[in-house]
């Protein structure tokens, strides 16, 4: 968070005004779908850490959790690429000349928002497993990394559409590497099960 900061006069120096504003309208949307985070992100911790070390119980509690965020980061990432077009013409009222880079730059948004949003499944089994120095130690790696090539590619090509890109990659780069230190809980082998039960610790914490 606080490269960020440091990066943002940088940022708005190469974009420009108006190719910063489109950037803000998208940081800003992506900062109000963090809600949906619905506490999952503080409870997860402590229910990951009270069953102990024994594998096939983390294993049910990382997949319980890893699917409850995967649904609702889906679902809000449906209805959002549904209602961009409408929310930028519309609600935002963009001039008319940023209309198509605003709802692409969002459009992109939208998919680092769901990578960012079910990596807090990892996040929370991490710290669940006091693993919190060497996660901390990635994120500084990769926001480090992040900025620095954005930074690069910001040089050559100044638009706020790269921006987002450049992000998104590295999103996506961050979740798959945390799936790839989680490979032995086989996350992906879901079963129908398995999403009820997601579905109950979602609703119960309703």
């Given at each position: 968070g606080f490269l960020s900061l440091m990066m943002m006069p940088i940022y708005l120096r190469l974009l420009g005004s108006a190719e910063w504003g489109v950037v803000a309208i998208c940081i800003t949307v992506q900062s109000f779908l963090n809600i949906f985070d619905a506490g999952l992100s503080q409870i997860m911790p402590r229910d990951v850490a009270k069953v102990g070390l024994e594998l096939k119980l983390r294993t049910?509690?990382?997949?319980?959790?890893?699917?409850?965020?995967?649904?609702?980061?889906?679902?809000?990432?449906?209805?959002?690429q549904s209602f961009i077009p409408v929310l930028v013409s519309g609600w935002l009222n963009v001039p008319k000349e940023y209309e198509t880079e605003a709802v692409w730059v969002l459009r992109i948004g939208v998919v680092q928002f769901?990578?960012?949003?079910?990596?807090?499944?990892?996040?929370?089994?991490?710290?669940g497993v006091d693993q919190q120095k060497n996660l901390n130690i990635r994120s500084c790696i990769f926001a480090i990394a992040k900025h620095f090539f954005t930074f690069?590619?910001?040089?050559?090509s100044p638009k706020s559409i790269v921006y987002m890109l450049s992000?998104?990659?590295?999103s996506i780069a961050?979740?798959?590497y945390n799936s790839f230190l989680l490979k032995e809980y086989r996350v992906c082998k879901m079963v129908i099960s398995d999403w009820i039960a997601a579905l109950r610790v979602l609703f119960s914490e309703l």
């Open positions: 049910e509690k990382l997949k319980q959790f890893w699917m409850a965020y995967a649904l609702i980061g889906s679902i809000v990432f449906c209805v959002c769901w990578f960012q949003f079910v990596n807090g499944a990892h996040v929370g089994f991490f710290y690069l590619v910001l040089m050559y992000l998104t990659v590295f961050e979740y798959a």
